[in-house]
């Protein structure tokens, strides 16, 4: 009894040579596709005839031709090309997967008005990456930071916690907000003489920017009508809207609620609003870590602010 002839073996470049000629029915095109040569595409053809036993194409007036046995082989060449883009499809989604989530810190004045922008950004260069957004309020976010619980954060701090890079990526000024028709509206800067005897919605005692509003109107000897104080700028907005009295907020919640009820404008006076961002330094960085930062400066240029 004759044993039984071993099958061919073919390699991976045979067969993606063999595929190409396949599809684009001459070698010069086929050439280009597997950056190589005519000649060279020409003799990998012939040595894959030899080593199959079988011609795969008839050359009719200069042109090739598959044979039955290479329309044959053509469909079993194709289930493996196949199964191979479906594994390496399959590769991509378990590299974003078993990068995780990506964990993202921020104060929540920030959640609405800088990191939407960032997000979208980030969603255009990996559209099935997951994020996380943890809006935490100061100090316990530079805390977290500092126990590595997140893979970055965005917060106003001006020092970095311990085992955390900071970055500063963004200084403007804080802005006056008003509800629609006030008088002041009509000015195109404000300064602090323009708020004697205003009803004024301050941010929570505690908060540094209070205190350096509150100090900017000691320093000029304005007297408000300090009636209601709350620790969100986002409500605070919301309470002008409502035409409760006037604010001075950072100005990306001021951008981010500004409308036909709420006209923002700037102060004569600089009180400077600083976002940085932070960078665990102990925690393995996130794979994907580089392109939510690269996506939150990216947003932060973009911002147009008064």
Sequence with gaps: MQPTPSPPALTHRQLTMFRAIMLHGNLSRAAEVCASSQPTL???????????????????????????????????????????????????????????????????????????????????????????VHPE????????????????????????????????????????????????????????QDFEGERFISLAAGDSYRAQIDQMFATAQVTRQTCLETASAVAVCAMVRQGLGLAIVNPLTALAMAGPDLVVRPLSVAIA??????????????????????????????????
Excluded at 67 to 72: C, E, G, K
Excluded at 177 to 182: D, N, R
């Design 273 to 306: 609003f600083k976002v940085s961002l932070l960078l665990p330094e102990v925690a393995a960085p996130h794979p994907l870590r580089p392109a939510l930062v690269a996506a939150v400066k990216a947003a932060a240029q973009e911002l147009d602010l008064p």
């Design 42 to 132: 020409s003799r990998e053809l012939a040595r894959l005839e030899q080593l199959l036993g079988f011609d795969l194409f008839d050359r009719v007036r200069g042109r090739l031709r598959p044979t039955v046995r290479a329309l044959a082989l053509m469909q079993e060449v194709e289930r493996s090309f196949v199964g191979l883009e479906q594994i390496a499809a399959r590769a991509q989604e378990l590299r974003l997967q078993a990068t995780g989530r990506l964990r993202l810190a921020c104060l929540p004045a920030l959640a609405h008005a800088l990191v939407p922008q960032a997000l979208v950004h980030f969603a255009k260069v990996l559209p099935q990456a997951s994020v996380s």
């Design 137 to 192: 309020e100061s100090p316990w976010l530079e805390q977290a930071m500092s126990e590595q619980r997140f893979d970055l954060g965005l917060s106003e701090t001006a020092e970095a916690p311990a085992g955390v890079t900071l970055q500063p990526i963004l200084q403007v000024n804080e802005v006056a907000v008003l509800p629609t028709g006030h008088r002041l509206c009509q000015k195109t800067v404000l300064t602090p």
